[in-house]
């Protein structure tokens, strides 16, 4: 397999992407497992199956469609990406974010992402809302950073800052929309592992140690791109089971796909209240 998506790579499927696109959309969406069907309500959706974009890779998990949907939310542009891929699937880094890239060529300027994940905050329960208000690099910091190789200088610095990976204004905006919606808004930090294996209750211990709230297996990789070339992050978890820091039950995938046909209408209205707002 190929290892590092090249700039030259990436303006291919720019191109690819932009000879088919009627607007040019300001807001990327990323999806996450069983979250999929906000999609539905985009207005004037164009859809492209991401099988027909160079170099695009092909997710392989149940829950993931594997599409984008350009077209007007809250009569706002946007792009979503309904089923990105993750790392456990076998891609490379720079495969999992490259959506990220596109989108920033394209013009997105704020990206929102969304994920399920559990719940390691013992607060929280399955059906609940969090929004991410940091994350732990935790795959990042074992040397899975999509940035590692040379540093595409188009895009942002060798170096960049992380210190505020989450937009604060934009979480603002996501509170007072929660509040108005009549929806609880969780608050936390989200760890991002590699998976697919899910963790051992020490692991979970560990992570709760660690300070997180949620923990999953995507997200970080593509908010951490996004920071690269300076896009403002919105992202919110949505929390599909309850970690389970004694052993006492199993998480399976099914439970998470279940939990976001309840988060789904929930995380919706949040984000049509920040569109509006944006
Ligand atoms: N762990 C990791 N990833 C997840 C979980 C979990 O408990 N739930 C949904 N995605």
């Known amino acids: 397999m190929q290892e590092i998506i090249t700039q030259q790579e990436i303006n291919e499927t720019v ?150 990976a989450y937009d604060r204004s934009l979480a603002d905006i996501a509170r007072q929309s929660a509040l108005e919606a009549g929806v609880t808004l969780r608050e936390g930090v989200y760890a991002g592992l590699s998976g697919p294996s899910f963790e051992t209750p020490a692991d979970l211990r560990f992570l709760h140690m660690a300070g997180a709230d949620s923990v999953g297996m995507s997200t970080v990789p593509e908010v951490t791109v996004a920071r690269h070339g300076n896009m403002r992050v919105l992202g919110f978890s949505g929390i599909s089971n309850k970690a389970n820091l004694d052993g006492s039950t199993i998480t399976t995938h099914d439970e998470v796909m279940e939990a976001g046909r309840v988060i789904t209408p929930k995380m919706e209205k949040i984000i049509r209240g920040v569109l509006r707002a944006l």
């Open 15 to 164: 191109s690819a992407l932009r000879a088919r696109l009627s607007i040019t959309p300001r807001v990327g969406l990323i999806l996450g497992s069983g979250l999929n069907t906000l999609a539905d309500s985009v207005s004037g959706a164009q859809i492209i199956p991401v099988r027909e974009l160079p170099h695009w890779p092909l997710s392989t998990v149940m829950g993931h469609s594997g599409q984008l949907v350009i077209g007007a939310l809250e009569n706002k542009n946007v792009m979503v990406l309904q089923g990105r891929v993750h790392y456990y699937e076998g891609y490379h880094m720079s495969q999992v974010t490259l959506p990220i890239r596109v989108m920033h060529k394209l013009g997105v300027d704020v990206l929102i992402v969304t994920n399920a994940a559990g719940g390691i905050n013992p607060n929280f329960l399955p059906g609940d809302v969090m929004l991410i208000t940091d994350h732990l690099n935790l795959a990042g910091m074992m040397g899975l950073n999509p940035l590692i190789g040379p540093n595409l200088d188009e895009f942002g610095p060798r170096f960049p800052d992380m210190s505020q």
